[in-house]
């Protein structure tokens, strides 16, 4: 599986952007999906996760409300959609997949299989 990240970039608080994972070598129906991300000097944490059947989604506290995670299986695309942007949302972001169907709750890092590379968002207040 190989995974590609898009779409950060710079935005004022308040804003909007849609980060979008692009999966290849398997259907995305296969496996859970998730998007993390890491701050400068924090660990990397897990934000958003969808099942694999795309029934069930989790979030991280911080954006509950704001964020929200979706598929397109016609085109194996993994999407974050983030609302109501707050400068601590300034990390690189990460899409992430585990090795099958489990449906577990939240991925966290030691779940994942496969790792997209970053791509910056940056939040300004």
């Known amino acids: 599986v190989q995974l590609q990240a898009s779409g950060g970039g710079l935005v004022q608080a308040g804003g909007s952007l849609r980060l979008s994972c692009a999966a290849s070598?398997?259907?995305?129906?296969?496996?859970?999906m998730g998007w993390f991300r890491q701050a400068p000097g924090k660990e990397r944490e897990s934000v958003a996760t969808l099942s694999w059947s795309g029934t069930s989604t989790y979030y991280a506290d911080s954006v509950k409300g704001r964020f929200t995670i979706s598929r397109d299986s016609t085109k194996n695309m993994v999407y974050l959609q983030m609302n109501s942007l707050k400068p601590e949302d300034t990390a690189v972001y990460y899409c992430a997949a585990n090795r099958g169907r489990y449906n577990t709750g939240i991925l966290n890092p030691s779940q994942v299989a496969y790792w997209g590379q970053g791509t910056q968002v940056t939040v300004s207040s």
């Open positions: 070598g398997r259907a995305s129906s296969t496996y859970d």
